[in-house]
């Protein structure tokens, strides 16, 4: 994206209530204007987290970072040892340099986060002792996506990533197990949440994307999802009469469904609220005296570290 249109973006998204911003490729740090849109942000008091596969990292580059105030990074880790790590990237040498990045990460105080896509790659029972060895406090995991429909080409249909329902609903048992040995930061209950999802049961958080959640491709299109099949307007034409709420649970991406269960108790508060001004106090009563908001705030709970580190 270029700088002109990422500054648009950040303005109007910034007018619109959104305060969290994830940079996400590709890799990011090969942007020319990556320090430039981080600043941008930053001035607005958004904060905002780098997703990168840390081969870019380096001392000077930290340094850059922390100069240009980001919040946080999110770095991807595929196995739980160097050399399937290293092999499934085609980075050599980039296990000691996420060390090294994640040492001079603590030093600038930047948050850093690992991140897992569920795949044939990860083995669960090692993974806690790698990523400790790497630097990191906490992981998070990315659902497998075979399939999307906006302009985001994070799909794959490789073997790796090819479970069947049943094998899928075995690897979240295996995320939760990992809970007792480090931080996983999907929530319990979100990972429950996928596994009902994979059985067609019924879902109990919908997702707030459209809403609370947006994405935004190269081209200034503005989707409520990377998995919906059209934008919802050029981002310099978003306005609140744009967003959209209709309870949908048709996909499992982590960042969509993990995020809008957390959210949800804060929705709720602000349903109720809208209520009482409107002269409904039952209502109110009725929009927060929920399972789904008990869970949310559970899952804030289980998060609440890492949420007030980032």
Request: aromatic letters at 10%; charged letters at 25%.
């Amino acid at each position: 994206m270029p700088l002109e249109r990422a500054f648009e973006a950040i303005d109007v998204l910034y007018r619109h209530g959104v305060r969290y911003l994830v940079l996400s490729g590709g890799e990011p740090l090969l942007h020319p204007d990556l320090l430039a849109i981080i600043r941008r942000a930053r001035q607005l008091d958004m904060n905002v987290m780098l997703v990168t596969n840390g081969g870019l990292l380096s001392e000077k580059r930290i340094k850059e970072l922390a100069e240009a105030d980001l919040t946080g990074m999110v770095i991807s880790v595929d196995a739980a040892d160097v050399a399937s790590h290293e092999e499934n990237r085609g980075l050599p040498g980039v296990c000691a340099k996420i060390r090294e990045a994640n040492d001079l990460a603590a030093r600038y105080k930047i948050s850093s986060t690992a991140s897992g896509t569920m795949s044939r790659l990860v083995e669960y029972e090692q993974m806690s002792a790698f990523l400790t060895s790497l630097g990191f406090q906490w992981v998070t995991f990315s659902y497998p996506c075979r399939q999307l429909g906006s302009s985001n080409l994070a799909q794959t249909g490789n073997s790796l990533m090819d479970f069947s329902d049943d094998e899928l609903i075995v690897e979240f048992d295996k995320v939760k197990k990992l809970k007792k040995q480090m931080r996983v930061l999907n929530p319990t209950r979100s990972l429950e949440e996928m596994q009902r999802f994979l059985r067609n049961e019924p879902q109990r958080y919908p997702c707030l994307g459209g809403f609370r959640y947006f994405y935004v491709d190269w081209d200034s299109n503005l989707w409520r999802c990377q998995y919906w099949h059209e934008p919802i307007c050029k981002v310099a034409d978003f306005d609140a009469s744009k967003t959209v709420r209709d309870g949908c649970t048709l996909c499992m991406i982590d960042c969509y469904r993990d995020s809008s269960l957390l959210h949800h108790i804060g929705i709720s508060l602000h349903d109720s609220w809208q209520e009482l001004k409107r002269g409904r106090p039952v209502n109110a009563v009725r929009k927060l005296a929920t399972r789904a908001n008990r869970d949310s705030l559970l899952s804030v709970l289980e998060d609440f570290f890492w949420i007030m580190k980032v």
